[in-house]
């Protein structure tokens, strides 16, 4: 079976502060796919990133950044700097790398930036 | 704007009554999932369609639930004799079927409300 952990409910930072959001996951499949999603307070899931699991390279854009570590099953998120516009409910996912894509979301990470 | 689009927003239901929501995918989409989700958790995965082809069914989506996609384009899912429990936001995505997996797609969801 497949899980993913955000142990962190909500993170409360003043802005222009760096944030990471904490990832981690559980599955037996030796290829699978590992996302993260943006919940604005509109409600839409925004995608923001994918990652197999034969591609360990961390990956920047902008202000924000993606390790993932397989070694301890972790894909976590940094935003650098981060701003009021980035207030919002991240989500980590799965999904095997074969077969139907099916996601298994974490609990979600709501991030409150202020002023 | 070519996103996925759903309707209705919100329903507003009494218990045991019938509610039908719709789903339009990116048109070049092949896959289309629907997945609900309640507050303060993350979506939960409910079924899939491979073009018109319905290739998985969650063990959340019970007798009361159907979804059809008619023709591979839009799909409907209907839920029969409404319980308070199912007040959710019913969500529904579209993905691409090419290798490597790509991203799934979220429409902006119906939040169903069971009086």
């Known amino acids: 079976a497949q899980k993913v952990t955000q142990a962190q409910t909500e993170i409360s930072v003043v802005e222009k502060e760096d944030v990471t959001l904490d990832c981690v996951y559980e599955t037996r499949d030796t290829t699978y796919y590992l996302f993260w999603y943006k919940q604005p307070p509109s409600g839409e899931l925004v995608f923001l990133i994918r990652?197999?699991?034969?591609?360990?390279q961390n990956e920047i854009s902008g202000r924000y950044s993606w390790n993932f570590q397989k070694s301890t099953s972790s894909f976590n998120f940094t935003i650098t700097a981060s701003q009021v516009v980035v207030s919002a409910v991240y989500f980590c996912a799965l999904t095997p790398g074969t077969g139907f894509q099916k996601l298994v979301f974490g609990t979600g990470t709501r991030l409150l930036v202020s002023p | 704007d070519t996103g996925v689009s759903q309707d209705p927003r919100h329903k507003i239901t009494k218990r045991g009554q019938n509610v039908t929501f719709r789903c339009d995918p990116i048109?070049?989409?092949?896959?289309l999932y629907w997945y609900r989700q309640t507050l303060g958790q993350g979506p939960e995965f409910l079924t899939y369609f491979q073009n018109e082809a319905q290739l998985e069914k969650s063990r959340l989506l019970s007798d009361r639930f159907s979804a059809e996609r008619p023709k591979g384009s839009f799909s409907t899912l209907e839920i029969q004799r409404t319980e308070q429990g199912d007040s959710a936001m019913y969500l529904c995505?579209?993905?691409?079927?090419?290798?490597?997996?790509?991203?799934?797609?979220f429409g902006p969801g119906t939040r169903l409300t069971v009086t």
């Open positions: 990652r197999n699991s034969f591609d360990e």
């Open positions: 048109s070049e989409h092949n896959r």
């Open positions: 995505a579209s993905s691409l079927g090419t290798a490597p997996l790509r991203e799934q797609y």
